[in-house]
Structure formats: structure tokens, C-alpha cells
């Protein structure tokens, strides 16, 4: 056997059996199967290197390749992920631990569906030729995960190979044994038994936590394989108190490391990559005793509208060895990235290496500072303000930006959108363990904590202008080189809010956002908004640990008494309307109603 290094991953051509590798284990007897296959530029000693997986990729005529020596597929009409098809098995201990809510949607299925879609997959991958991909999820090997993925289609090994973290070593590769497995299907086989089971289509996304054992059936989408491990991460690590977080990271010569938190449109992938830093991750991260480390081996970026001009990086990063998702492929192979004719969510995923300065172990210490980022399209936020703690708890739980005009088919005019923990999708916990989480390690490192807002100034979308970027540079330039901790702080009584009255390099009227618009009597309308649609959005992370959060009373009092008199007006109209569509449990009627009083 021949060894060959892939920066810092042993590629290895491996066709062996799954008996050999304890295939067997999970019930599927497959006779041929290729593992860790190598991909990309890499050194062979004693010989030229051969791009193996891009040979079964074009063997197997499961995409194109094009002009960038990227391969590009279609995933059909799976073009994102499918949470309403994903579920959970009931069973005990993680039925009493999973937060079972309707949003994000933790979805529970008895164990005899779940068993009977088990036993289809079986049958239908026995005597298959297969994919398996053996690595990590979490760099930090006192915190990752060993994951074994089994796959049918030679772009879906792609596609973990580049996400995940990849073995260094021909012994790591010879002594793996897998934490969870899981197997994918989505190649020819589907559900057709959903409406007798009551499930929700034909595709099905399980997660057995118990067995350590994941089902993706008619989902062809590479993030279910992505997202659902996470949410595997997000459940089992703070469980022994590791905080598992959907942020950005990044880290300085220095060792000065910093999070970024934010939904789409926010600016976190953009804001994250930084000239004079380091790159860590661009999504999944997790915190423990050590420090910070990514999740991942790789990146997973949207490419709408990509240009080299706004995205550098990315657009750099697209070449041989990425992978293109539902991107449009022009006939002389070059890419349309403005094409969005398929869909919105054309996605490119990438080994984290294809990045100039990435951290080559993707990891760092405790963060000096964390930054959560908001596009408020109604002009009201300042562009930057300091948190204490406890209001870093509270819009942690959160997560709030704004939808505008042209985001979604429908959306005329802003519409609030919130997200516990800044990623509520991916998380099976109460929101209110992670944010608990992070405010003990808040305290425990005396990590800073800001608010940025990235959206718009002098007016809401329509009328004012998004906050340029340079601005919003100046800012973050401030916080991680401390400067801006040396400027007074002016205390905003609307929002709570401690705001920096001087930031080198942004114009000081800019940081009291009612100095920016003309008609002041409007900006004291339009602020009234917020506060109302952020306050119902709190009492719902009240639920069974309400109590806990009644008697944090400094997560209530941060932030509640500018809330109070919004929320006794709104709460039981809230309660109604939740009891009058099934979303609450009788239990957490009286859980909101105590938050409210």
C-alpha cells in the first residue's frame, strides 16, 4: 500500500469489504466498498498522484465538471434541507432531554417507524457497492466525534471528505471506530410507507441518539448529512458542558481568538474572513475547557450572486477538489452564479486549506470577544454596543435580524426573524441550556460581548441606506484591538443598551441612530416595534425552565422592566393564539403566564 499526503490528510485508495470494517455492525452487508478516497493536489512518494473519488465522480456520471475544475450536481428538487422529514427517535434518556418543539421543528417518531424505515434501508443497501467516509467532527481531540458516513454516490464521500475533519494518519484510518453512523440512500430509495406511518413525505432524516445511528432516505441535499451531525454535536456536548455554537471564528497573531454569531444576510461569513487574521471555521464551532475549535474540515458557502469583487475567498476557493450544489453550469463550462433559475441556495463546499490564511489546527483559545451580528432593516439599532452578561444571555436567545423585500416571495416590507442561539434549527436542547452555557463561560473568561448592526442607518429599508461595510470594519477593528474600550458609553434607554460614543473611524453621529434620521418623531414610532416582536419572542424559550429563568432574575430585570408594559398587553393575546393552533403543551401556558407577571 501506498501512502500519500493530502495537507495534513492520509488519501489512501482503499477497496476492501464491509465485513472488514465492521459494516456488519449496522446490518448492511455490502461486498465492495471504497474508503477514504483521496482528492486533490497531493504528493505520492514513488509516483504521480491520482484524483480518485473525481474518477468515480465521472465513472458513475453523477455531475459535471467545469471550467474551475470543480464538480457541480444537482441534488433534484432536495435543494435544501428538509426539517419538516427530520426526526428523532422517543426513546429515553434523550426524550426527556430534547427540547420537543414545533419551532425549530424537533420532531419525535416511535421507535417501530423508525425500525421499519431501518429495515428498508437495509434491504436496499445489501450487496451495494458503497462509499465510506471515516473521520471527525470537532478538531479538538479531547471533544470530537468519530463519524462514519456511508454513502452511495462518489460526490456525497466528496462532500464529507471536504467537510469534515480528515484523518492524519494510515493507523487513525486502521484503528477508527465510529461514535455515530450515518447512512445515506437518497440515491434510489425513498419512503413509501410515509402516510401509514404519518410521517411527512417521502423523505426521512432520523436521528437514533441511543444507537448512535442517522437515516437520510430520498434527501439528495449534501447539509442534511452536514446539518445533522451538528445537531448530533449539539445535543451530546453540552450535555458535559461544551458549548456547541453556529458561529464564525477567527483568531489573530496574538492568540486573540473572536466569534462571530449571525443568521443570513448578517454579514458573519463576510466579517469573519480578515486579511490580518487566521481563519478557524465559518460555521460550527464548540467551546470547551481548552478554548474554541471548528467542527469542521471545511467550508460550505452560498453562491448567489458571487463575485470576486464582494467574496473573494470564496470565489477563490472554487477551483479543483471544491464541490458545486445546484449552481447553473453555461455550456462552454463556466459557472452563472447569478442564475438562480434552480434556486437561491446554490452552495459550494470546499476543504478549509483552499482558504489562504486558515488555522491549520482550527483551534484557539478562550475568545477575547464575541460579536453577535443583526441586519435590523428598520434603522433603530445602534451600529455597535456593548452587552453585559446577562443581556448577551438575552440576545443570545434571541437571535434577532430582519427579512427584507426580495429575501423571501411575499416580504413587502421588514419582517422580524429570530432564532434562538442564532441557529434554533440545529438545536435539540432548550435554547435556555445554551444560553446558560455560554453566560457561565462569559463569566469564567471574561469574554466581551457586542451587538453590531449591519443593516440600515438614517431610516428603514427603503428609506435610509445598509450600513457600509467600512463602518462596520472600523467597529470590529475596534473590539478586537481594544481600542474601543477605552471610548464613554452612552447609555440607550429604549433598547438598554450601552453605546460607544466614539469608534476610530466611524463618523460619532452614526452611533446614536436617531442623530441619523430626519424626521425624529418617526424613529421614536418605527423603535416602539422592535422592542414589541423581541419580547414575545423571549416567552418562548420560557418553557419547562422557566422557573430557572425566573429565578436567574438578572436575564429578566436586564431587560424585561423596558419590556413590561408591551408584554402584559401582548402575552395573553400570544397565549391564545399559541392554544388556539396546538403549539403549547398546558404545562407551558402557566410557564409564559409567570414570565409575563
Known amino acids: 500500500r501506498r501512502n500519500q499526503i493530502l495537507r495534513g490528510c492520509v488519501a489512501r485508495s482503499i477497496e476492501t469489504t464491509g465485513a472488514a470494517i465492521g459494516l456488519d455492525k449496522v446490518g448492511l452487508n455490502c461486498p465492495k466498498v471504497h474508503r477514504n478516497l483521496s482528492y486533490g493536489t497531493w504528493v505520492l512518494y514513488g509516483g504521480e498522484g491520482v484524483e480518485e473519488i473525481a474518477q468515480h465522480e465521472e465513472r458513475n456520471k453523477e455531475g459535471v465538471f467545469t471550467k474551475t475544475g470543480a464538480f457541480e450536481v444537482d441534488t433534484g428538487i432536495y435543494t435544501g434541507r428538509s426539517p419538516q422529514d427530520k426526526y428523532f427517535v422517543e426513546r429515553e434518556p434523550s426524550k426527556s432531554n430534547i427540547w420537543w418543539s414545533p419551532i425549530p421543528p424537533n420532531k419525535p417518531v416511535s421507535e417501530k417507524v423508525f425500525n421499519e424505515v431501518y429495515d428498508d434501508v437495509k434491504k436496499y443497501m445489501n450487496g451495494k457497492e458503497v462509499y465510506v467516509f471515516d473521520g471527525y467532527c470537532g478538531a479538538n481531540p479531547k471533544s470530537r466525534k468519530c463519524v462514519r458516513f456511508i454513502t452511495e454516490y462518489a460526490w456525497q464521500h466528496h462532500f464529507v471528505t471536504n467537510m469534515f475533519v480528515r484523518p492524519k494518519s494510515e493507523e487513525e484510518i486502521r484503528n477508527f471506530k465510529p461514535d455515530f453512523t450515518v447512512i445515506n440512500t437518497c440515491k434510489g430509495l425513498v419512503n413509501k410507507n410515509w402516510k401509514r406511518q404519518g410521517l411527512n413525505s417521502e423523505a426521512f432524516v432520523g436521528f437514533d441518539l441511543e444507537n448512535k445511528l442517522a437515516l437520510v432516505v430520498g434527501a439528495k441535499y449534501g447539509g442534511e448529512m452536514k446539518k445533522g451531525i451538528f445537531g448530533v454535536m449539539n445535543y451530546e456536548l453540552p450535555l458535559h458542558g461544551i458549548l456547541s455554537m453556529h458561529c464564525s471564528a477567527n483568531v489573530g497573531k496574538d492568540g486573540d481568538s473572536a466569534l462571530f454569531f449571525g443568521l443570513s444576510g448578517t454579514g458573519k461569513t463576510t466579517l469573519s474572513a480578515d486579511p490580518k487574521r487566521f481563519l478557524i471555521g465559518d460555521d460550527e464551532h464548540g467551546w470547551d475547557d481548552d478554548g474554541i475549535f471548528n467542527f469542521e474540515g471545511g467550508c460550505y458557502a452560498k453562491t448567489i450572486n458571487l463575485s470576486r469583487e464582494k467574496e473573494p475567498d470564496i470565489w477563490n476557493a472554487i477551483k479543483r477538489n471544491a464541490l ?104 435539540p436542547l432548550n435554547p435556555v441550556v445554551y444560553a446558560k452555557l455560554l453566560g ?95 419580547g414575545r419572542r423571549f416567552l418562548t424559550h420560557a418553557d419547562r425552565h422557566a422557573g430557572e429563568l425566573r429565578n436567574r432574575a438578572e436575564i429578566v430585570v436586564a431587560e424585561l422592566h423596558i419590556r413590561a408594559r408591551m408584554l402584559v398587553i401582548h402575552g395573553r393575546q400570544r397565549l391564545e393564539r399559541d392554544q388556539d393552533h396546538g403549539n403549547l403543551h398546558p404545562a407551558h401556558d402557566h410557564a409564559e403566564v409567570a414570565l409575563v407577571a
Open 440 to 534: 457561565e463561560k462569559l463569566n469564567r473568561h471574561g469574554t466581551r460581548v457586542y451587538l453590531l448592526n449591519t443593516g440600515w442607518t438614517g431610516g428603514g429599508y427603503g428609506v435610509g441606506k445598509r450600513m457600509d461595510i467600512p463602518v462596520t470594519r472600523a467597529c470590529i477593528d475596534g473590539i478586537l484591538n481594544g481600542s474601543i474600550e477605552k471610548a464613554p458609553l452612552r447609555h440607550n434607554d429604549r433598547f438598554n443598551l450601552e453605546v460607544p460614543t466614539h469608534v476610530e473611524g466611524v463618523d460619532d453621529s452614526l452611533l446614536w441612530p436617531r442623530n441619523t434620521w430626519k424626521d425624529k418623531e418617526e424613529y421614536d414610532r418605527v423603535a416602539l416595534k422592535l422592542p414589541e416582536h423581541d
Open 324 to 427: 458545486l450544489e445546484n449552481v447553473m453550469v453555461k455550456p462552454d463550462g463556466s459557472l452563472d452564479f447569478n442564475d438562480v433559475s434552480k434556486t437561491q441556495n446554490g452552495r459550494v463546499a470546499y476543504p478549509i486549506y483552499h482558504i489562504p490564511n486558515y488555522k491549520k489546527d482550527s483551534m484557539a483559545g478562550h475568545p477575547k470577544a464575541i460579536i453577535f451580528l443583526t441586519c435590523d432593516a428598520y434603522g433603530v439599532l445602534p451600529p455597535i454596543s456593548k452587552l453585559t452578561t446577562e443581556q448577551a444571555m438575552y440576545h443570545f436567545l434571541c437571535g434577532y435580524t430582519a427579512k427584507v423585500a426580495g429575501t423571501e416571495r411575499g416580504i413587502k416590507e421588514p419582517v422580524p426573524n429570530f432564532s434562538p442561539c442564532f441557529g434554533g434549527a440545529f438545536m
